[in-house]
């Protein structure tokens, strides 16, 4: 079973912080993935990275870095936290199959 | 501008009814339409896909079915479960292989199945 880990499930962060949110896969896969949740809106596509170092804008890149280090471990951050960011975050990953993982997500609240 | 939208964005089923949600997609280049199932507190799962060259796909009690000329594809559970409840997100995207696999969701579909 391919396992993406976020290891903070619940963070509370104030505004103007810099928020980390990491995400480790163990399937050995190239292409991962960053993506925002909010109601009626679905999953928004933050950014993306097909290999290390490499990473692409996504739909929705404004406010948000990334960094791929190592293969297996991708990450997201927030320079400086705004309310308007409080969402979950979605880790995922894919091979060269069609099937994207999800990990159980972030909820991350900015007060 | 949402590529796929999705309907209705919440609907509540008897246990046996039939749960049907839609969605209609406006790239012409999108090949691959998943539906993911996803439970509270947990991340999405791969439910069922289908490519477009079938009009339908049908696993278990799940049935995608297919529409290219109108751009429309919509999932079907048949003889609903109260486990069936969940939040189901369509998907398309372009099978790219050197890229992976990039997905355009719709907004989601509550979905709670009453005993």
């Known amino acids: 079973d391919v396992k993406v880990t976020q290891s903070s499930r619940y963070l509370v962060k104030r505004t103007g912080e810099k928020v980390f949110l990491e995400c480790v896969q163990d399937?050995?896969?190239?292409?991962m993935f960053w993506y925002r949740q909010d109601p009626g809106l679905g999953l928004r596509l933050i950014y993306f990275?097909?290999?290390?170092?490499?990473?692409e804008k996504g739909d929705i890149p404004e406010g948000y870095s990334v960094s791929r280090e190592k293969k297996e471990r991708f990450s997201l951050i927030l320079e400086s936290a705004s309310t308007n960011q409080t969402s979950m975050y979605l880790c995922?990953?894919?091979?060269?199959?069609?099937?994207?993982?999800f990990g159980e997500g972030s909820w991350l609240t900015v007060v | 501008q949402q590529q796929v939208k999705q309907s209705p964005q919440s609907l509540i089923v008897q246990k046996g009814g039939i749960s049907i949600i839609n969605c209609a997609y406006e790239n012409t280049a999108f090949d691959y339409f998943p539906w993911y199932q996803q439970f509270p507190g947990k991340g999405p799962a791969l439910l069922i896909a289908?490519?477009?060259?079938?009009s339908e796909k049908k696993e278990g009690r799940f049935t995608i079915s297919f529409n290219k000329s109108a751009k429309q594809f919509s999932l079907h559970i048949m003889d609903s479960q109260p486990g069936d409840s969940a939040t189901y997100f369509c998907?398309?995207?372009?099978?790219?292989?050197?890229?992976?696999?990039?997905?355009?969701f719709g907004g989601g579909t509550r979905v709670l199945v009453k005993p």
């Open positions: 399937m050995d896969h190239e292409n």
């Open positions: 998907a398309a995207s372009m099978l790219v292989k050197a890229a992976g696999n990039k997905l355009t």
């Open positions: 995922a990953t894919t091979g060269y199959g069609n099937t994207i993982y």
């Open positions: 289908i490519r477009p060259d079938v």
């Open positions: 990275s097909y290999d290390v170092k490499m990473k």
